[in-house]
């Protein structure tokens, strides 16, 4: 098994999604990013914790050579990776950058309609744009501040 396989086997064994994965340059650091769908308030430190004990061991069973693990949530700026994160994530402010340019950009900002038969559908200022999911080489949601839809009802 590659890295990336051990990783997706043992973070979906424990019920969490995983994310994303980096490693630094040298291979030294090995940063990885889960998720949690049906935890409301996303991942907390101690899922963090459970997952980095898990994956310690599963890596030195592996012999997965790394100096450091670091396992953390995505951020409210969740990078979207899969076909999946752009149908979950439907609804939501995204900012996209393409491998190739469509129309003469690059980079588009707008609410994200889903995604069909390999086509990512963006709602952006002048309509509605389609884009190839291969051609997608980064992708993130926009943080929402909005706090009167919160019922948290922060202050």
Same mark, same amino acid.
């Given at each position: 098994?590659?890295?990336?396989?051990?990783?997706?086997?043992? $973070?979906?064994?424990?019920?969490?999604?995983?994310?994303?994965?980096?490693? @630094?340059?040298?291979?030294?650091?090995?940063?990885? !990013?889960?998720?949690?769908?049906?935890?409301?308030?996303?991942?907390?430190?101690?899922?963090?914790?459970?997952?980095?004990?898990?994956?310690?061991?599963?890596?030195?069973?592996?012999? $997965?050579?790394?100096?450091?693990?670091? $396992? @953390? %949530?995505?951020?409210?700026?969740?990078?979207?990776?899969?076909?999946?994160? !752009?149908?979950?994530?439907?609804?939501?402010?995204?900012?996209?950058?393409?491998?190739?340019?469509?129309?003469?950009?690059?980079?588009? @900002?707008?609410?994200?309609?889903?995604?069909?038969?390999?086509?990512?559908?963006?709602?952006?200022? %002048?309509?509605?744009?389609?884009?190839?999911?291969?051609?997608?080489?980064?992708?993130?949601?926009?943080?929402?501040?909005?706090?009167?839809?919160?019922?948290?009802?922060?202050?």
């Amino acid at each position: 098994m590659d890295l990336h396989e051990i990783l997706e086997v043992t $973070v979906t064994g424990l019920g969490y999604e995983l994310v994303d994965v980096e490693r @630094s340059p040298r291979g030294r650091l090995l940063r990885v !990013f889960i998720d949690k769908p049906e935890k409301h308030r996303g991942v907390d430190v101690e899922d963090c914790a459970l997952v980095s004990d898990q994956l310690s061991r599963v890596l030195l069973v592996e012999n $997965v050579d790394y100096d450091h693990l670091e $396992v @953390s %949530s995505p951020g409210i700026d969740r990078p979207l990776k899969k076909e999946a994160d !752009f149908e979950r994530f439907a609804g939501s402010m995204i900012t996209v950058k393409l491998r190739l340019p469509l129309n003469g950009r690059r980079n588009f @900002s707008g609410m994200l309609q889903g995604v069909h038969d390999g086509k990512v559908r963006l709602q952006i200022d %002048s309509g509605e744009v389609d884009f190839d999911l291969v051609n997608v080489d980064k992708a993130r949601l926009v943080p929402n501040f909005d706090l009167t839809k919160s019922s948290d009802g922060l202050v």
